[in-house]
């Protein structure tokens, strides 16, 4: 599975494993090994949990609610009581632990519960904050893949330089050629 990490927040990353959401939405958690597989390449748990379909599904309610809730935040309009709901409940449940492995490192454990109660209050922190007022989206027509923009100037226009950066240059390049 093609799973990217290039939002600069774990919330936002997850809100992205639906991707295209525009024209032609791609689900990228399929499968509970789909969200086993990401909960890893996340750095969330160092072991993939056990995942069942019913978690798989509150996992991607979860992830719904915290996308709405992300583009209600960039747009400065009212958060949906039901997706603050969803979130603020999931944030309750005890999250993923961490402890600092026998030579350095962390170690992290905990069951999928966890791992959306970790999700939910990634989500609670980022749009609670100030950092919140730097979410964007990417500027590629075809992607709607959420990041926030540290850059210095704020000035960061792709998700991702190697994909969408790339992909909206050729673009751009081909529209110039044949305008010729
Ligand atoms: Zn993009």
Redesign the pocket.
């Known amino acids: 599975m093609e799973f990217l990490f290039v939002s600069g927040d774990p919330a936002l990353d997850f809100a992205g494993t639906m991707q295209y959401r525009y024209a032609d939405p791609a689900e990228l958690l399929r499968t509970p090994d789909d969200f086993r597989e990401w909960i890893v390449r996340a750095g969330l748990l160092d072991v993939p949990p056990s995942v069942d379909e019913q978690q798989l599904m509150r996992a991607i309610e979860l992830r719904e609610a915290i996308y709405r809730l992300a583009i209600a935040t960039r747009d400065g309009t009212r958060l949906a009581e039901s997706d603050r709901a969803i979130v603020n409940g999931m944030a309750l449940a005890p999250p993923v632990t961490m402890a600092l492995g026998a030579s350095g490192g962390i170690l992290r454990s905990g069951d999928t519960e966890a791992v959306m109660a970790t999700l939910a209050r990634k989500a609670v922190v980022l749009l609670g904050s100030d950092r919140a007022r730097l979410i964007r989206e990417?500027d590629?027509s075809w992607?709607s893949?959420l990041y926030v923009d540290s850059s210095r100037r704020g000035s960061r226009r792709?998700?991702?330089m190697a994909?969408?950066g790339n992909r909206a240059k050729v673009a751009a390049f081909r529209e110039r050629q044949q305008g010729r």
Request: some cysteine; overall charge positive.
């Open positions: 990417c590629a992607c893949r792709w998700c991702s994909s969408c």
